[in-house]
């Protein structure tokens, strides 16, 4: 962009190219007034200082066009209504709220139409059909619903096509030419469709139908057994019932092919069980499933169960993934995944300020007959390895709460769901190693809190445990116990 310099030597201040020198030597037409350097446009002054000020000594503000006060000392118009200081309209001068007309009508103070000069309620012209309150069209003055043409063939109640005296189906309609027939012709011929159609290829069926077919609408869809109205089988023309859809292959199976194979589910994944009658799949190389015999089996001595995954024992002789706390215990549990490997037991006492922990007590029915012991009777041990400090023995035997009463010691074992699952074998076992570590005698209570068996509420259950437990030591302290180990089941 080319600049210009102002035209006096030794000024190099930039001008426009209208004025040949800059504002400090009079190159600009600058307003009169002291302090405005707006370009002067009439009588030497910009166009702002042109306007006449307000006539109220010391107010400069400009009024409105034709006023000579500024809104502030008046210059605007005031209601002529008493009272009211609104700005005044042009031309009713009154303001917004008293220059609106109110409805004619006695005592609405609505808003009026100007043309009607009442409210849009009391505006409205009201049907003239007798007992119709709806709003009337202009030039009929009835409303839409009585307004109305209705078709005049006898029974039809449609409303008539505009400028006709018919509906659309009847102004447009062609019957059917044969004699006695009032039914619609089709579109393309001169008679309905039980005049110039085929009848339905089932051969019960009556319906009629186009040329162009072999079924009617309904049996198009539906199975064509006489009576069936399930839905067929994609191409075929019969529903599953009534032998629809592809097939098993194998010999004496009826059962559905899966897509795209000819064999059944359970024909197509692994090998059956060679027991008459049985569909499982059988597992390994027995040819039998589970029930019947099949998989590895525990290789104790006169153990059946299935041997845990990875090992040849079941889960009951130490089978399986064992908590590494107590795997080298006779009476070791199975280890749980959610419990990095440990069974709900060690976890709870290796790591008791885990969540997961917290979470086990509220589970725990142990814990709940624990805390009703204590409670209800006083020095109860409970779920301590019981084992002496001079004996290297392996067996530290736990039971869930002890405590010994002279020379006898009472147990109260917490046996969730009667510990249905636990070997025989291995509870006689477990009873044998006890009597070693304590010679002298033992009373078992035997107590199961689950309601599977018994069907009893655990509030009862616990009742009836207290009382149990009162009458064994009142029997241990009169001595009355004569057996060296004596087992009480209750709901077992």
Aim: glycine fraction near 8%.
């Amino acid at each position: 962009m080319l600049l210009h310099k102002c035209a006096v030597d030794g000024c190099n201040e930039n001008i426009q190219k209208l004025f040949k020198k800059c504002f400090e030597h009079g190159g600009w037409n600058a307003c009169e007034i002291d302090g405005c350097y707006n370009t002067a446009v009439e009588n030497n002054v910009c166009a702002f200082h042109n306007k006449i000020p307000c006539v109220e000594p010391g107010c400069n503000n400009i009024p409105r066009k034709g006023i000579v006060k500024c809104l502030f000392h008046g210059g605007a118009s005031v209601c002529i209504e008493a009272g009211c200081n609104n700005k005044a309209l042009v031309k009713t001068h009154k303001c917004k709220l008293h220059s609106r007309i109110v409805c004619i009508e006695h005592g609405c103070n609505n808003t009026a139409l100007k043309d009607t000069h009442k409210c849009k309620l009391h505006s409205r012209i009201v049907c003239i059909e007798p007992g119709c309150n709806n709003t009337a069209l202009k030039d009929t003055h009835k409303c839409k619903l009585h307004s109305r043409i209705v078709c005049i063939e006898p029974g039809c109640n449609n409303t008539a096509k505009k400028n006709f005296d018919k509906c659309h189906t009847h102004l447009h309609q062609r019957w059917c030419n044969a004699e006695g027939c009032d039914k619609p012709a089709h579109d393309i011929y001169n008679y309905c469709i039980n005049h110039f159609g085929i009848k339905c290829k089932i051969p019960w069926c009556e319906n009629r139908i186009k040329s162009t077919h072999t079924r009617c609408s309904i049996h198009t869809k539906t199975c064509i057994v006489f009576g069936c109205t399930n839905n067929k089988y994609t191409v075929y023309n019969t529903c599953f019932d009534h032998g629809g859809g592809p097939r098993c292959v194998v010999m004496g199976c009826n059962k559905l092919a899966i897509n795209k194979y000819d064999q059944c589910n359970d024909h197509r994944f692994g090998k059956k069980c060679i027991v008459l009658g049985c569909s499982r799949n059988s597992v390994g190389k027995t040819h039998r499933c589970p029930p019947h015999g099949g998989g590895y089996r525990c290789k104790e001595p006169n153990c059946n169960r299935l041997a845990a995954a990875g090992s040849y024992k079941c889960t009951t002789h130490g089978g399986g993934k064992r908590c590494p706390n107590c795997i080298d215990w006779i009476d070791s549990r199975f280890g749980l995944t959610k419990y990095d490997g440990y069974c709900v037991t060690c976890f709870k006492h290796l790591f008791p300020d885990d969540i997961r922990s917290r979470k086990t007590q509220f589970l725990s029915k142990e814990l709940m007959v624990r805390s009703f012991i204590n409670d209800h009777f006083d020095g109860f041990i409970h779920n301590i390895p019981l084992y002496t400090g001079n004996c290297d023995c392996t067996h530290r035997r736990r039971i869930d709460h002890r405590k010994l009463f002279g020379n006898t010691i009472l147990a109260i074992e917490t046996d969730e769901f009667g510990h249905r699952g636990y070997d025989a074998k291995d509870e006689e076992i477990r009873y044998d190693d006890v009597y070693m570590i304590h010679s002298g005698k033992w009373i078992f209570i035997r107590f199961n809190p689950d309601n599977n068996v018994s069907k009893v509420d655990i509030e009862d259950k616990l009742a009836k445990l207290k009382d149990t437990m009162y009458e064994c030591i009142y029997r241990i302290e009169h001595e009355e116990n004569t057996e060296l180990v004596e087992i009480i089941k209750l709901f077992c």
